[in-house]
């Protein structure tokens, strides 16, 4: 970086002063979408509530004749479309706010890893740093008072230093020191065997010599040095004997440094995960097939990607129609067509499937969210097995005395798989729902008249949930169209 060691201080200042303020407008952000996301839900619960209050406004008079008191309808479906225009606007803000959360991930990201690079910087800087003051210090003769100035220049660049590592929520290891680099080590004369003095030219980061003379490591002092006044050799043995701790051979220097550099890397990994948050996977597939060889485990478009799949499930592929088979340990259940709408005990999200000769529609969590067809005779006596049990998302939300519900009738020879039932209040699949199955039965069984009717129904659900919170029921005889609602609850 260019940048001088004590302006790092207010360059980390800067630092954190932006990954604060990303932080503050991420939660702002994220409060605003938590907002508008709760909004969203409450109106499509009230069109929800709107849709089955218009169950009211069919009814039928104390003679059996069916009436329909289209003022109510016509009320209802106009508030139901000032809930979908508010809908409209919240999911517009929500998107706008979602993308603004994105971008400032991102530029957080990019903060952080500068804030990484700073402090690996910081770190590569101290080291050296504190190597040099070693070296000032042993400056001697006619660099003793140069030697002391650049001491003190140093300790401010360390002190600024470690402020600075400090301020990014980091700190400095200089790594236990470092010695002068270069020249050779020779025992002084008369001195303590652990003191050792550096001859021969040795020199610091900057250039200046930090020992006077060109002594060639024979084990004497050079002549420039002896020659100084009593003085100077006392100044230069308390030098020596206060710094000698604080000398090693160069070959250690070599170590320690390489140490240092390791504890720099070390500091910054730290930030290593949020380098790569900003990076996006290109596929879940290849996701999924990078870690095959480690026996991991994913999902992709609900299909399970397991170690050594030698032949992927393919959701576009056509099979025999009407079958069930087992691929990679999961059992797959095809439509009319030979498709998959199943696998498992889960219906396929965003599928449109023909089973029976009534076709179906699930949503992007498996839910049906249409289901209907020009209804059939029935070609079979007595009531038609239900293999399936309701899944457990929908038995999670379940009412107590729901029952699994057919939505076209086994009476019209419709399947009894759960692609053809809902969780079902007891009372209205037995008597409310039920009645307009009987109606409907009795004109498609009708031996004086051969007629078409056309059924179609719609289950409507509450946020996540897997249970309907009514049905809107369309159905044509003969062309002529008709429409019933129902609440999936007790009226009793």
Not at 223 to 231: D, L, P, V, W
Request: glycine fraction near 10%; hydrophobic fraction near 30%; charge should be positive.
């Amino acid at each position: 970086m260019a940048i001088r060691s004590v302006d790092f201080v207010s360059y980390a200042e800067r630092i954190v002063s932006s990954e604060r303020a990303c932080e503050v407008q991420i939660v702002s952000l994220e409060h605003r979408a938590s907002e508008l996301q709760s909004e969203i839900s409450r109106l499509e619960s009230e069109i929800a509530y709107l849709e089955s209050e218009i169950a009211s406004a069919y009814y039928v008079d104390s003679e059996g004749n069916y009436h329909t008191d289209y003022s109510l309808i016509s009320s209802i479906r106009m508030q139901q479309a000032s809930c979908r225009s508010r809908i409209n606007m919240a999911s517009g803000e929500l998107s706008s706010v979602r993308h603004e959360i994105t971008v400032t991930k991102i530029e957080l990201a990019r903060i952080r890893a500068e804030k990484a690079d700073a402090i690996a910087e910081i770190q590569d800087r101290a080291v050296t740093t504190s190597r040099n003051i070693t070296k000032a210090g042993l400056m001697t003769g006619d660099y003793l008072r140069t030697g002391a100035n650049l001491q003190g220049s140093f300790q401010t660049s360390l002190n600024a230093l470690s402020r600075a590592a400090s301020i990014l929520g980091s700190h400095i290891s200089t790594g236990g020191g470092g010695g002068s680099s270069g020249g050779h080590a020779s025992r002084s004369r008369g001195g303590s065997a652990s003191v050792r003095r550096w001859n021969g030219g040795s020199s610091f980061s900057g250039g200046l010599h930090a020992v006077s003379g060109q002594g060639s490591g024979t084990g004497r002092s050079s002549s420039r040095f002896q020659s100084t006044s009593r003085g100077t050799r006392s100044q230069v043995r308390q030098m020596r004997s206060a710094g000698s701790t604080g000398i090693s051979h160069p070959k250690r220097q070599r170590t320690e440094f390489q140490s240092a550099k390791s504890s720099a890397v070390s500091s910054s990994s730290v930030f290593a995960s949020v380098r790569s948050a900003a990076s996006v996977q290109p596929s879940g597939r290849k996701y999924a097939s990078s870690r095959s060889a480690s026996g991991i485990s994913r999902t992709l478009h609900s299909i399970p990607v397991r170690r050594g799949d030698a032949s992927p499930i393919d959701l576009n592929m056509r099979y025999a129609s009407n079958t069930k088979f087992k691929q990679n340990g999961v059992t797959c259940y095809t439509d009319d067509d030979g498709k998959i709408f199943r696998m498992g005990n889960k219906l396929l999200g965003g599928r449109t499937y023909t089973v029976g000769g009534y076709t179906y529609q699930t949503d992007d969590l498996g839910r049906i969210i249409m289901a209907g067809g020009v209804l059939q005779k029935k070609d079979h006596t007595g009531r038609g097995n239900m293999p399936d049990q309701m899944t457990a998302g929908s038995k999670a939300q379940n009412f107590s005395g729901d029952q699994r519900g057919h939505l076209i009738a086994d009476m019209f020879n419709a399947s009894g798989g759960m692609e053809n039932f809902v969780a079902m209040d007891a009372h209205l699949n037995q008597v409310r729902y039920r009645s307009l199955e009987m109606k409907l039965a009795a004109l498609v069984n009708d031996p004086a008249h051969d007629n078409q009717v056309s059924y179609f129904v719609r289950p409507v659900y509450h946020g996540g949930s897997y249970r309907p919170v009514g049905f809107a029921v369309e159905y044509t005889v003969n062309g002529e169209q008709f429409s019933e609602r129902f609440y999936n609850g007790s009226l009793r």
